[in-house]
């Protein structure tokens, strides 16, 4: 951010690269609350929204859109007016669908470089789960800065067998309640949520198909509504009347409301996947963010999304078959609780 505003400052111009369109808004928004004392311009470069050609300083932009502007720049001749390129979430240059376009726009930058030195583009990585960190830093002539700081704690565990064990150790640590037992749910996603609803916690449920998070959305929501009918004070946690802005907003944005949400979202429970319309997942993503919305299913694509204030991340492992999680994407998942500036820690 410093040396990104630093380089702002003396005219050249800065592009942050997000890969989704949802990353992309809020950090334009964030840089324009942090950086409009300065005078500097924010614009956006993500779906339809494009700012004009080169009245920007500062360009926010998903990958996609930024591999054009680069195009661009350099048949156009200006490719010396940009001073940096900050890219989050670096480790997406892995990524079988994405990966290519980030590997080629790197590569572009790379090749000016070489051949630019006195207006050479600064390349600022950043990724909290990025593999073979030393190989790309080689590959971007970069230096490697690592930490494993974290300013918000987060607790990992493992539930197996009713038990909750610590991730690393293997110790346990408790048994899970009985009250949150829930019949037919013997890996505990249900009662875990449902457990974190009653400690006044914002709980993001991660599954590994869109069948499965549209199934477990509607299981959670059953056994919820069972705990709102015995439990009063819970049950006034639920807030009503925002919940049906929140499904008006839904029916403005995609003019009905899919079925299985009519069915959750009165629960407090939603869920997000590609299947919803971008507009759809954003009213979700709000909800959620304001505290509206107590539990998000979802599947992997929002492990890599916005800043969600979660305070819980229970993640269905799927053992077997296609998509068995791999350890960058748990850490992606695991890392969506306990978000700085939402909760003082987080579990997974």
């Known amino acids: 951010m410093i040396a990104a505003l630093r380089l702002a400052l003396t005219g050249r111009k800065v592009l942050f690269l997000l890969p989704y369109i949802s990353m992309a808004k809020e950090r334009m928004q964030f840089l324009q609350r942090a950086w409009r004392r300065v005078d500097i311009q924010v614009a956006a470069f993500v779906g339809a929204q494009s700012a004009p050609s080169r009245e920007w300083t500062c360009g926010v932009c998903t990958t996609e859109k930024a591999n054009s502007l680069i195009n661009h720049a350099i048949l156009d001749g200006h490719m010396e007016e940009i001073g940096v390129v900050v890219i989050d979430e670096l480790h997406m240059v892995y990524d079988s669908s994405r990966g290519g376009v980030l590997e080629s726009l790197c590569a572009k930058i790379i090749l000016w470089n070489s051949r630019n030195p006195a207006s050479s583009i600064r390349i600022i990585g950043m990724s909290a789960t990025l593999e073979k960190l030393n190989e790309v830093g080689r590959w971007l002539d970069a230096k490697v800065i690592e930490t494993q700081f974290r300013p918000v704690q987060l607790n990992e565990r493992i539930c197996c067998g009713g038990y909750i064990r610590d991730l690393k150790s293997g110790a346990v640590i408790r048994e899970m309640p009985k009250r949150f037992r829930v019949f037919d749910d013997p890996e505990c996603v249900l009662g875990l949520a449902a457990e974190g609803i009653f400690f006044r916690k914002l709980v993001l449920v991660f599954c590994s198909s869109k069948a499965d998070v549209e199934k477990t959305s509607l299981d959670l929501?059953?056994?919820?509504?069972?705990?709102?009918?015995?439990?009063?004070?819970?049950?006034?946690?639920?807030?009503?009347?925002?919940?049906?802005?929140?499904?008006?907003?839904?029916?403005?944005?995609?003019g009905t409301l899919d079925a299985i949400l009519a069915q959750t979202l009165p629960r407090g429970v939603a869920f997000h996947h590609a299947g919803l319309t971008a507009e759809e997942r954003e009213c979700i993503e709000d909800g959620f963010r304001s505290g509206v919305i107590m539990v998000l299913v979802a599947t992997s694509t929002l492990s890599s999304g916005v800043n969600l204030p979660a305070s819980r991340v229970v993640?269905?492992?799927?053992?077997?078959?296609?998509?068995?999680?791999?350890?960058?994407?748990?850490?992606?998942?695991?890392?969506?609780?306990?978000?700085?500036?939402?909760?003082?820690?987080?579990?997974?």
């Open 221 to 254: 929501a059953k056994v919820l509504d069972g705990i709102y009918r015995s439990n009063e004070v819970i049950s006034s946690r639920l807030d009503r009347q925002a919940l049906y802005r929140v499904r008006l907003s839904l029916e403005r944005s995609a």
């Open 315 to 348: 993640i269905k492992a799927q053992i077997r078959g296609p998509a068995a999680i791999s350890g960058t994407t748990y850490k992606q998942m695991s890392g969506r609780s306990g978000r700085l500036g939402h909760v003082e820690a987080g579990s997974a």
